[in-house]
C-alpha cells in the first residue's frame, strides 16, 4: 500500500488549497478513505472520510461548510478541497486507509500554513 499527499503549501487567510492524495497497491475503489490532519504536540485528528463510491462520510465539526472530500476512483486519488482556510487550519495533512486486513496505512503528509 502506497499513499502520496500533494497539494499543501502557504496560503492566506479566507484562500483555497486543494490537496490530493493517490493511492496504489491496494483495491483503490472499495475502501473508505480519510483525511487527517496533526500539529506539533497534538494527536492526529480526523478531519474527512469519504466512501468507496465517493460518497462523504464524515467532517468534523471545525471544517463543515468549509471542506469538501472527493475522489476519482479512476484516477486512484481522493481530494480535500479546503476553502475558507482559517491560521487554524495550520497542520500537516495526511491521507489514511484501512485495508480488509485491518491494516491502517498512512501518506508522508503535506503542509498546509494559512498566515497573513
Known amino acids: 500500500v502506497h499513499l502520496v499527499e500533494s497539494g499543501g503549501g502557504l496560503v492566506q487567510p479566507g484562500g483555497s488549497l486543494r490537496l490530493s492524495c493517490a493511492g496504489s497497491?491496494?483495491?483503490?475503489?472499495?475502501?473508505?478513505m480519510s483525511w487527517y490532519r496533526q500539529t506539533p504536540g497534538n494527536e492526529r485528528e480526523s478531519v474527512a472520510s469519504?466512501?468507496?463510491?465517493?460518497?462523504?462520510?464524515t467532517y468534523a465539526d471545525s471544517v463543515k461548510g468549509r471542506f469538501t472530500v472527493s475522489r476519482d476512483n479512476v484516477k486512484s486519488t481522493i481530494y480535500l478541497q479546503m476553502d475558507n482556510l482559517r491560521p487554524e487550519d495550520t497542520a500537516v495533512y495526511f491521507c489514511?486507509?484501512?485495508?480488509?486486513?485491518?491494516?491502517?496505512?498512512w501518506g508522508q503528509g503535506t503542509q498546509v500554513t494559512v498566515s497573513s
Open positions: 489514511s486507509v484501512v485495508t480488509f486486513s485491518g491494516s491502517r496505512y
Open positions: 497497491g491496494f483495491t483503490f475503489s472499495s475502501l473508505a
Open positions: 469519504v466512501s468507496g463510491g465517493g460518497t462523504p462520510i
